[in-house]
């Protein structure tokens, strides 16, 4: 199984460094193809077939492909060696597309998390003491994984409380009818 909380970071870490490349502050990138990332060879090793009966997994395959297809398109821009103003305008576009599908992607793999715990709490088969300690404790798994002091832990920290706060505005503007 992926480690869900690594795979949200990820995507949050792709976005900042989305932003680094449409501000021109990094060197030639390259990104992997949608299979070949991290979560494209969980998604199509075993993801899809795991979990084809959560429809969440179905919805993050193709915001996963749609990330992908924006954020290479800003990696082609800021790789190529010809900028004009029409370009960049539209690996402006491509950017903010990518972000949207990040964090609709990690707000999938939320929910995904949330109803493999319900399946196992449903079914009463006992959940890998892994899957349990990241979702009863979700900073302290991070925190194990990419360390105490590193920017990636801010950086995540800060990008997933947008992704609430965005959230929270989508459901309390649906909930008043708007």
């Known amino acids: 199984m992926i480690d869900i909380t690594i795979a949200r970071i990820t995507h949050v870490e792709w976005v900042h460094q ?4 449409i501000h021109k502050n990094s060197s030639t990138v ?3 193809s949608y299979q070949n990332c991290e979560l494209g060879v969980w998604l199509y090793g075993e993801g899809l077939r795991t979990y084809k009966e959560i429809p969440e997994i179905g919805m993050l395959e193709k915001s996963h492909k ?6 290479d398109n800003v990696v082609d821009w800021h790789n190529g060696s010809k900028f004009n103003s029409q370009k960049t305008a539209q690996a402006e ?4 597309n990518a972000l949207k599908m990040s964090k609709e992607i990690v707000y999938l793999l939320t929910m995904l998390e949330f ?7 449903e079914s009463q088969e006992v959940a890998p003491a892994g899957l349990k300690n990241m979702i009863n404790h979700p900073w302290q798994a991070l925190k194990s994984v990419i360390g105490e002091r590193s920017s990636r832990l801010d950086v995540a ?3 997933l409380d947008l992704l609430k706060k965005d959230l929270v505005k989508g459901y309390v503007r649906d909930a008043a009818g708007g």
């Not at 989305?18 to 490349?21: A, K, N």
């Not at 576009?93 to 903010?96: A, C, G």
């Not at 109803?115 to 709490?121: S, V």
């Open 115 to 121: 109803k493999i715990l319900q399946k196992y709490q």
């Open 93 to 96: 576009l491509d950017f903010k």
């Open 18 to 21: 989305l932003e680094m490349i």
């Open 66 to 71: 749609v990330f992908h297809i924006a954020a």
């Open 30 to 32: 390259s990104l992997p």
């Open 157 to 159: 920290r800060v990008s």
